[in-house]
């Protein structure tokens, strides 16, 4: 039986990968474990029938393991992918796997801001110092010299703070957070993320609706 996996498509480009960092990541983990998987991809402006059947919510990603069982959060995916495939593992140990959770909600509330003196920004700020310095402790990766399942989880969200900021607000991670930047390096030109990345022109188009309502 084959795995399939439903992601979303890009804005207005049916036909392309688009850019849910959820979905994202569970193309991450297939790709590193070197899981065979079929991607369907979901137009989330006009679903089809068939997806809503099997999943009334209709929300991406959602995954099925080849038993026909079709399952939705990336949260469960992403495990459920790690007790059928273990090897390579990506698992987190438990006192890392919160590192860096604040950081996506944090550079959502700052890109969306109108307001420069707000707050938002030195959230973001705050969240990016704290990976920083753990990086500098236990990296290149959150769990040392192996990717583990939060990097991967990680990794997309990183993507579309770096180009989304720089797109709509011309901001930049600052350079002295060293330990950042060769991270995102190394994740950004790993082959599983290269495969599975947007293009930044779709990444742009997919927060535009929701940066300028």
């Given at each position: 039986?084959t795995v399939e996996?439903?992601?979303?498509?890009?804005?207005?480009?049916?036909?392309?990968?688009?850019?849910?960092?959820?979905?994202?990541?569970?193309?991450?983990?297939?790709?590193?474990?070197?899981?065979?998987?079929?991607?369907?991809?979901?137009?989330?402006?006009?679903?089809?029938?068939?997806?809503?059947e099997i999943n009334?919510?209709?929300?991406?990603?959602?995954?099925?393991?080849?038993?026909?069982?079709?399952?939705?959060?990336?949260?469960?995916?992403?495990?459920?992918?790690?007790?059928?495939?273990?090897?390579?593992?990506?698992?987190?140990?438990?006192?890392?796997?919160?590192?860096?959770?604040?950081?996506?909600?944090?550079?959502?509330?700052?890109?969306?801001?109108?307001?420069?003196?707000?707050?938002?920004?030195?959230?973001?700020?705050?969240?990016?110092?704290?990976?920083?310095?753990?990086?500098?402790?236990?990296?290149?990766?959150?769990?040392?010299?192996?990717?583990?399942?939060?990097?991967?989880?990680?990794?997309?969200?990183?993507?579309?703070?770096?180009?989304?900021?720089?797109?709509?607000?011309?901001?930049?991670?600052?350079?002295?957070l060293t330990s950042?930047?060769?991270?995102?390096?190394?994740?950004?030109?790993?082959?599983?993320?290269?495969?599975?990345?947007?293009?930044?022109?779709?990444?742009?188009?997919?927060?535009?609706?929701?940066?300028?309502?």
């Open positions: 039986m996996v439903c992601v979303k498509a890009a804005v207005g480009h049916p036909d392309t990968l688009g850019d849910c960092p959820f979905s994202q990541r569970v193309l991450l983990a297939l790709e590193e474990k070197k899981v065979p998987y079929q991607m369907k991809l979901i137009d989330v402006s006009s679903k089809p029938k068939w997806f809503l009334p919510e209709g929300k991406v990603p959602v995954f099925n393991g080849g038993d026909g069982k079709w399952i939705a959060d990336s949260d469960v995916i992403t495990q459920v992918i790690e007790e059928k495939y273990p090897t390579p593992s990506l698992v987190t140990p438990p006192e890392y796997a919160s590192v860096g959770s604040k950081i996506f909600s944090t550079f959502v509330a700052f890109l969306k801001s109108k307001d420069a003196t707000d707050g938002t920004e030195k959230a973001l700020v705050d969240e990016l110092q704290a990976l920083d310095g753990h990086l500098k402790a236990h990296g290149p990766y959150i769990n040392g010299e192996k990717v583990s399942a939060v990097d991967l989880s990680l990794a997309p969200k990183l993507f579309h703070l770096q180009v989304a900021l720089e797109h709509f607000k011309g901001w930049k991670v600052p350079e002295t950042v930047h060769a991270y995102t390096k190394a994740l950004f030109s790993r082959e599983s993320f290269v495969k599975t990345k947007p293009t930044k022109e779709n990444l742009i188009a997919g927060w535009a609706p929701k940066v300028n309502p």
